[in-house]
């Protein structure tokens, strides 16, 4: 079961995109979860940076400021390098989120031919999709939809036994038919 937004975990990190390296869909699924809220974490600090580079008029005069020394390049420079260090990260976090995707929808993206949409159906891939990738926590889902929490996780949880079931190469090729 995920943890709460913003709940810290001593798992080792993992990345895979082999889901043999994963125990169940969960696990997977978890892995997906942290991808996608430390892919939120990297692009918030990268907008931070970048807000507070603000925006300069291009001059091509030296305009000394008394008792001042400063580089003005250097809040762009910090984040050209915090972008460059953390590059690969997001690489690992977008594959994972997209092996997920293809798991929830099927491999054209909702086509009814795949994925847990085709075997479950809508609400069910939905569900997994705004908690695990979106990061909705499940009492917003809840609110959202009008059920309560206990009955957005069953449905969640339902499309992952579903996957662990069917196998997750099944699962993208949505082998089954959908509830509804």
């Known amino acids: 079961m995920a943890r709460p937004f913003g709940e810290r975990d ?13 125990r169940d869909a969960r696990d997977l699924f978890a892995a ?17 940076m970048e807000s507070k580079e603000g925006v300069r008029a291009q001059s091509y005069e ?4 008394a008792g001042s020394v400063s580089d003005k390049m250097a809040a762009t420079d910090a984040r050209i390098d915090y972008e460059g260090e953390k590059d690969p990260l997001l690489a690992e976090d977008d594959a994972l989120i997209a092996l997920a ?21 809508y609400r069910t891939a ?6 695990y990738v979106h990061l909705v926590p499940w009492p917003a889902l809840a609110r959202e939809w009008g059920m309560s929490e206990k009955q957005c996780r069953r449905v969640a949880d339902r499309g992952l036994d579903a996957m662990d079931y069917l196998g997750m190469v099944g699962s993208v090729r949505g082998v089954g038919r959908a509830e509804g």
């Open 101 to 121: 995707e293809s798991l929830i929808w099927g491999p054209r993206g909702g086509d009814m031919t795949g994925g847990v949409l085709h075997v479950m159906g």
């Open 62 to 65: 030296p305009m000394p400021r």
């Open 10 to 22: 001593l798992r080792p990190r993992v990345r895979s995109l082999d889901v043999r390296s994963y």
């Open 126 to 131: 939905k569900a997994i999709e705004r908690h």
């Open 32 to 48: 997906v979860y942290d991808a996608a809220a430390e892919r939120q974490g990297i692009l918030r600090e990268l907008e931070q």
